[in-house]
């Protein structure tokens, strides 16, 4: 039967982008604010314990594995949509269209692109050596056992300027998206009231501001700190 | 005026089309942008050529029938008007102007200009309506609706259903048409009976005729020559979010 609940509806799927991507977002305050200890002035302990805590809770390791399901159902998802949507128009305009628009609606699959090859290196970088996949290019004693030094590990690649350079253009990518993303989301959900809606938009532009200005101030700081 | 005019010819659905360029002269700034093509065809018909075919029934803005994507803008340069409303003042001398027919998928091109916008019946016809028994004509003050309530239901059923929403879109997506379809009756109690159902079968009907999915860019809002709000699209989503998640088996 074409509208039983099996039938994946185009607004079954913008429901679901929505709700993985305002959960994912929400995670990205809580990274934010560990990453932010790296600036404080105390040799990494803050830092170290942050890491050590979100790599030992039990319930943030089974939260990581929701966090990465949420992640590539995300993507997928998003790769699903774009495809169906150029299908929908098989023959282009020879005038481009130039209705007015949010300017970075338009490009959601190309800035979640950006931040999806930035989460890969960052898996490489850092993931990977959590779970011993690659060796940690530095390492610190804990509790008696030998741990990857995520502090100096960041430190380390912060302070390069080509990867610096990557990091600022992925979060300014990252801030783009969330731009649009998370008003989108609440209209996509529904979520739409005439007094509430523009103060969404605000807080949608607030919070992609403070999402790509608190990360992208980090690499700035240490590249002037040398 | 003198014009270049840039006009996509198609012989037949599945032939080949191009843009074909076309010089008119002494137009009036005051003639609507039809009057322009009338002229234009006139000229053809006189040179022994197929004039270039294109939509058009009331010109006066109200039967959704005109379909031009002006310049890359459905209906045109203007705001809140279709194309019959359009009038030449709003280009310069000099100009040139490209016309194109709506581009969709689900909107395949029958002549030139000309798509046919079946597929938009088809998604009516898959719950754009309400059951009503024959009888006698109930009283007009029965059933009390609340004043905001029917001036948001009438906002939606302003559509004409001209498919401006699907051209403008970058997805091709019919979700303000759909939108305004179902809110029109989600907002009145006559419409409630059949809610569940109606917004389940169109979004369905949607899918499969190949519309794109919504990005939100609300470019169809900015393009509707009605002005529907794109909150009708977000009552959309609730009522279908409710219906997958509340409805009785019978309504799925």
Redesign the interface.
């Known amino acids: ?5 099996l ?1 994946y ?7 679901s982008m929505s709700l993985l991507g305002l959960f994912l977002a929400s995670f990205l305050l809580v990274h934010l604010t560990i990453n932010l200890m790296l600036m404080l002035p105390d040799g990494g302990e803050s830092f170290r314990a942050a890491a050590e805590f979100m790599g030992t809770n039990p319930f943030i390791m089974v939260f990581e594995y929701v966090l990465f399901a949420a992640f590539f159902v995300h993507i997928v998802l998003g790769i699903i ?1 774009w495809m ?2 150029n ?16 300017f970075f ?2 490009y ?1 699959i190309h800035t979640g692109v950006i931040i999806m090859l930035f989460l890969f290196l960052h898996f490489v970088h850092f993931y990977f050596a959590k779970i011993g996949l690659v060796d940690a290019s530095a390492t610190y004693m804990f509790e008696g056992h030998e741990h990857p030094d995520f502090y100096t590990m960041a430190i380390e690649l912060l302070k390069q300027p080509l990867y610096a350079v990557i990091y600022i253009l992925s979060f300014l990518a990252l801030g783009f998206h969330l731009n ?1 993303a998370i ?2 989301g609440f ?6 009231h ?1 007094k509430y ?1 523009p103060a969404i938009k605000s807080i949608s532009t607030i919070f992609a501001l403070i999402v790509a200005v608190g990360f992208s101030i980090i690499p700035v700081f240490f590249l002037i700190q040398g | 005026m003198d014009l270049t005019l840039k006009i996509w010819r198609q012989a037949n659905t599945k032939a080949k089309g191009k843009m074909v360029d076309y010089k008119v002269t002494g137009v009036s700034p005051d003639s609507s942008f039809f009057e322009m093509l009338d002229v234009l065809n006139q000229s053809i018909i006189e040179e022994g050529g197929d004039p270039v075919a294109f939509d058009h029934d009331c010109r006066e803005g109200i039967c959704g029938t005109c379909s031009l994507y002006i310049n890359g803008r459905p209906h045109g340069p203007d705001s809140g008007i279709t194309t019959c409303q359009l009038h030449m003042r709003k280009f310069k001398s000099g100009d040139t102007i490209y016309i194109e027919p709506w581009r969709a998928k689900a909107f395949p091109i029958i002549k030139d200009l000309i798509v046919n916008r079946g597929a938009y019946d088809e998604i009516i016809q898959a719950g754009g309506y309400i059951s009503v028994n024959t009888g006698g004509v109930p009283d007009a003050n029965a059933i009390p609706i609340p004043k905001v309530d029917s001036d948001t239901a009438m906002d939606a059923a302003s559509c004409i259903g001209c498919g401006a929403c699907v051209a403008t879109c970058k997805n091709a997506s019919a979700m303000l048409f759909v939108a305004a379809k179902v809110s029109q009756f989600a907002h009145l109690p006559q419409g409630k009976i059949e809610a569940k159902r109606r917004v389940q079968n169109m979004v369905a009907t949607m899918d499969e005729l190949g519309f794109g999915n919504c990005s939100n860019t609300y470019a169809c809002e900015q393009e509707c020559p009605k002005e529907i709000s794109v909150s009708h699209i977000a009552k959309m989503n609730r009522e279908f979010f409710a219906a997958k998640l509340c409805a009785d088996v019978k309504d799925i």
């Open positions: 039967m074409s509208n039983s609940l039938k509806a185009s607004i079954t799927q913008k429901i949509l169906q949507n299908q929908a128009r098989p023959v282009a305009y020879a005038k481009a269209n130039v209705s007015e628009t949010s609606s338009k959601m649009h008003q989108s209209q996509s959900l529904g979520l739409e005439s809606t």
